[in-house]
């Protein structure tokens, strides 16, 4: 079955960067678009980015243009979010999803904090 597994949330300052990664198995990766979602508490899941199969094409919230990135290595199923100049709005839980399907992750905790 589809298994989509989120690491590298954690708490950092304002201004910081982290990176998360997400390891997909089950399906196969190299032909899904996959994206990143987040979801602050008390608030509705919102779009952060997506990214092609391939890697060619990428898209981003508003709120995180120039800020984040999106990266993915089909050799070894995995997707990033590379997120830089943290501030405490971006405090959430981070989800990866496959494109066009509802497979989601447990979630990873990134805290934006002083």
């Known amino acids: 079955q589809v298994q989509l597994v989120e690491s590298g949330g954690g708490l950092v300052q304002p201004g910081g960067s982290l990176r998360l990664s997400c390891v997909a198995s089950?399906?196969?990766?190299?032909?899904?678009?996959m994206k990143w979602y987040r979801q602050a508490p008390g608030k509705e899941r919102e779009f952060v980015a997506t990214?092609?199969?391939?890697?060619?094409?990428?898209n981003f919230a508003d709120s995180v243009k120039g800020r984040f990135s999106i990266s993915r290595n089909n050799l070894q199923n995995t997707v990033y979010l590379q997120m830089n100049s943290l501030k405490p709005e971006d405090t959430a839980v981070y989800y990866c999803?496959?494109?066009?399907?509802?497979?989601w992750g447990q979630g990873a905790q990134v805290t934006v904090s002083s």
């Open positions: 999803g496959v494109w066009g399907d509802d497979y």
């Open positions: 089950g399906f196969t990766f190299s032909s899904k678009g």
């Open positions: 990214i092609s199969s391939t890697g060619d094409f990428v």
